[in-house]
Antibody, heavy 122, light 107 residues
Framework: QVQLVESGGGVVQPGRSLRLSCAASGFTFSIYGMHWVRQAPGKGLEWVALISYDGSYEYYADSVKGRFTFSRDNSKNTLYLQMNSLRAEDTARYYC???????????????WGQGTLVTVSS | DIRMTQSPSSLSASVGDRVTITCRASQGIRNDLGWYQQKPGKAPKRLIYGASTLQSGVPSRFSGSGSGTEFTLTVSNLQPEDFATYYCLQHNSYPFTFGQGTKLEIK
């Protein structure tokens, strides 16, 4: 069965960096685009970023563009989200999510991890 | 960016009721829409994709319809485990955008 396990969250001061990871199993990781989605405490869902199945390109939400970098290692079935210049408004639970169709960027997402909490506070 | 307007933001209903949630897109998105259910402290779970296709393992009391700019999620014969928050997601163009959510509560 599909499993996505995020890690790396924690409390960080504004302006500092953090790197999240997502370990995937139970499916052919290398043929699916993958996403990060976040949810601020008590708020709705916000799409953050996509990485293509082969890691050749990414798309980002304007709110994180230039500060976050999404990468993947298909040999390790692992995703990474490097978050720099963190702001209070980046405080959220970050979920990785599996793309809904192989080799495609537009299939939505079908499975989610349980998320990792990032708190940006001085 | 495509704006997804979801209504109502909250809804009270009883076990056995039928409820409908609507999402309107600010521009046409064909049928590139999914519905997600989220329970407190849990990750969202996909219920519907392609606007009307039931995700494997999801009870048939959930159904979706619509195309273009107007979409609905209907839950028939509400069960206690259906009380949760529901979101629509458009995946027609980037950035993907969610509706604001509908909290379904027990009356």
């Amino acid at each position: 069965q599909v499993q996505l396990v995020e890690s790396g969250g924690g409390v960080v001061q504004p302006g500092r960096s953090l790197r999240l990871s997502c370990a995937a199993s139970g499916f052919t990781f290398s043929i699916y685009g993958m996403h990060w989605v976040r949810q601020a405490p008590g708020k709705g869902l916000e799409w953050v970023a996509l990485i293509s199945y082969d890691g050749s390109y990414e798309y980002y939400a304007d709110s994180v563009k230039g500060r976050f970098t999404f990468s993947r290692d298909n040999s390790k079935n692992t995703l990474y989200l490097q978050m720099n210049s963190l702001r209070a408004e980046d405080t959220a639970r970050y979920y990785c999510a599996k793309g809904g169709a192989p080799w495609a960027d537009y299939g939505g997402f079908d499975y989610w991890g349980q998320g990792t909490l990032v708190t940006v506070s001085s | 960016d495509i704006r997804m307007t979801q209504s109502p933001s909250s809804l009270s209903a009883s076990v056995g009721d039928r409820v409908t949630i609507t999402c309107r897109a600010s521009q046409g998105i064909r049928n590139d829409l999914g519905w997600y259910q989220q329970k407190p402290g849990k990750a969202p779970k996909r219920l519907i994709y392609g606007a009307s296709t039931l995700q494997s393992g999801v009870p048939s009391r959930f159904s979706g319809s619509g195309s273009g700019t107007e979409f609905t999620l209907t839950v028939s014969n509400l069960q206690p485990e259906d009380f949760a928050t529901y979101y629509c997601l458009q995946h027609n163009s980037y950035p993907f955008t969610f509706g604001q959510g509908t909290k379904l509560e027990i009356k």
